[in-house]
């Protein structure tokens, strides 16, 4: 299993726009050719397959009809130079090709690889096929042609390198457009494009590598990054370390609000892992048939069963951190104490991590607070949006949520996105044997159990979301994705708030 943590990719994220921007400074006001930055792509692409695959003596390049072909054609004439057996699959036609890639075109004719027209459902040979069909510019819905392009590269099921991004992929949401290649390597050009970091990106894109091109490194003040990939060694660097003297009451009281009948279990993962990052004190306001079993499991928690919404009172008074929304659920209980808390709290001394139901709660009572920490799903997001397409474009709809709601959203899923108002994050970690039950209150208690030691809402989140994920990658890798559980977590995090 890839770690995340071990990467060396850059932290700046692009829009295609962006990079494309990069791409003009360096050619129209730096005088780099675009057949040179078109051959330095092709050598990386050349490079990492043969480092990836160094018994690979055939190949297969697949070329539409962009520069992204261009790449294509160089690389095949290149293999074919080292004494491979190139074949190149013409998918788009020749003739459309811009100037660079028609140089490109005739560089890979006078080679030695074979260039003939793909047709649907060839035969395709090699140990390896290259991907240059589509490449950023895809805005639109994959062609017919080139779906059926694509359906043949997957039923080859042979190893795929993709050049810049794997065909189909849109490369600033991470959608499928109809249709994507999905890649083993792919190897990225210039400037990293969001997409391949969200959504499809990761399961389409395989493991990314970054090749800058040799372009000058200052253009890159020229062209403000769209979005930052978190790295937890970096955040931790941020959470301070703590005083000899230090006493419990220095690091917060976190309470969290939640767990109707039935459904006390949340409550008590999001409290667990408020302590097991830090808080000093955590308390829980729940329905009173769940206080035995919680102090049953955690008898460091103070649980206090709430029977009617003025029972919270006194316990609003002396926190600094509500957590509203683990198994908070839907009755006239729940809508009692989430309208109580939302009246008491003190929003110029307390802040608030809303989670799970107390998001859905939100959407029908929507406001806007700044000292809050909203942590919704696509269907959270959705309904707080009334929008059933967030998962379009997260970028966007994490942009949205912080202005309508205020304070700092995170979106979940592949590639969580962050937005805080000033920037916006997304996390690198994570893996799909952490979509069960439970991973959400975990991660809101953890949330809290950060912004209780002093951190902003901002960095609360980031370093609460990153340390999540990456203990989610510590249990998968140690016993797998499938079966792990969200208290599986618990101890994992509080290793990495430890490092």
């Known amino acids: 299993m890839k770690n995340a943590l071990d990467d060396k990719l850059p932290v700046a994220l692009y829009t295609a726009a962006g990079v494309r921007e990069l791409d003009r400074i360096a050619i129209e006001e730096r005088g780099i050719a675009g057949i040179t930055l078109m051959r330095r792509a092709a050598a990386a692409c050349v490079a990492a397959l043969q480092r990836h695959w160094p018994a690979a003596r055939r190949v297969t390049v697949f070329c539409g009809s962009g520069?992204?072909?261009?790449?294509?054609?160089?690389?095949?004439?290149?293999?074919?130079?080292?004494?491979?057996d190139v074949t190149v699959m013409v998918v788009g036609d020749p003739h459309k090709l811009g100037s660079d890639a028609a140089e490109a075109h005739r560089y890979c004719l006078a080679s030695e690889a074979r260039v003939q027209p793909w047709e649907v459902g060839a035969s395709i040979d090699g140990d390896v096929i290259v991907d240059a069909l589509l490449g950023t510019g895809l805005t639109g819905q994959v062609r017919e042609r080139y779906l059926a392009a694509v359906d043949d590269i997957a039923a080859s099921a042979r190893?795929?390198?993709?050049?810049?991004?794997?065909?189909?992929?849109?490369?600033?949401?991470?959608?499928?457009?109809?249709?994507?290649?999905?890649?083993?390597?792919?190897?990225?050009?210039i400037g990293l494009k969001r997409g391949l970091f969200?959504?499809?990106?990761?399961?389409?894109?395989?493991?990314?590598?970054?090749a800058p091109l040799d372009v000058p490194s200052d253009i890159y003040d020229r062209v403000a990054a769209d979005s930052w990939r978190l790295q937890?060694?970096?955040?931790?660097?941020?959470?301070?370390?703590?005083?000899?003297?230090?006493?419990?009451?220095?690091?917060?009281?976190?309470?969290?609000v939640g767990g109707d009948e039935g459904m006390g279990g949340a409550a008590l993962m999001s409290a667990e892992s408020a302590l097991r990052v830090g808080a000093g004190l955590v308390s829980v306001a729940t329905h009173p048939v769940h206080v035995g079993a919680i102090l049953s499991r955690r008898p460091e928690l103070m649980v206090r069963g709430i029977t009617s919404a003025p029972d919270l009172a006194p316990l609003l008074e002396?926190?600094?951190?509500?957590?509203?929304?683990p198994g908070l659920g839907r009755s006239q209980w729940s809508s009692e104490v989430f309208a109580r808390v939302m009246q008491q709290i003190d929003v110029e001394r307390q802040s608030m991590i809303l989670d799970a139901d107390g998001l859905n709660l939100l959407s029908e009572h929507p406001q806007r607070r700044d000292n809050w920490v909203l942590t919704p799903h696509p269907g959270e997001a959705a309904n707080l949006l009334q929008d059933r397409h967030i998962q379009e474009d997260r970028f966007a709809a994490v942009d949205?949520?912080?202005?309508?709601?205020?304070?700092?959203?995170?979106?979940?899923?592949?590639?969580?996105?962050?937005?805080?108002?000033?920037?916006?994050?997304?996390?690198?970690?994570g893996n799909p044997g952490m979509s069960t039950a439970g991973m959400g209150d975990v991660l809101s208690g953890v949330i809290g159990g950060l912004v209780a030691q002093g951190l902003s809402l901002s960095l609360a989140t980031r370093l609460g979301v990153c340390a999540h994920a990456a203990a989610g990658d510590d249990c998968a890798e140690a016993q797998g994705e499938r079966g792990l559980i969200a208290t599986d977590l618990i101890p994992a995090i509080r290793k990495r708030v430890n490092r």
């Open 400 to 429: 949205q949520l912080q202005e309508k709601f205020g304070g700092t959203v995170l979106l979940k899923g592949a590639g969580t996105v962050i937005a805080d108002g000033h920037a916006r994050y997304l996390c690198p970690y």
């Open 232 to 256: 937890l060694p970096a955040l931790l660097a941020e959470f301070p370390s703590r005083p000899k003297q230090a006493h419990k009451n220095l690091f917060g009281h976190v309470l969290v």
């Open 198 to 210: 969200t959504l499809g990106g990761p399961d389409c894109a395989g493991l990314v590598e970054f």
């Open 318 to 325: 002396r926190v600094s951190v509500v957590v509203l929304g």
């Open 159 to 189: 190893p795929v390198l993709a050049v810049d991004i794997p065909s189909g992929l849109s490369a600033d949401t991470g959608m499928r457009l109809g249709g994507a290649v999905v890649a083993d390597v792919t190897v990225t050009f």
């Open 67 to 84: 520069n992204n072909a261009g790449d294509g054609y160089i690389v095949a004439g290149m293999l074919a130079e080292k004494g491979c």
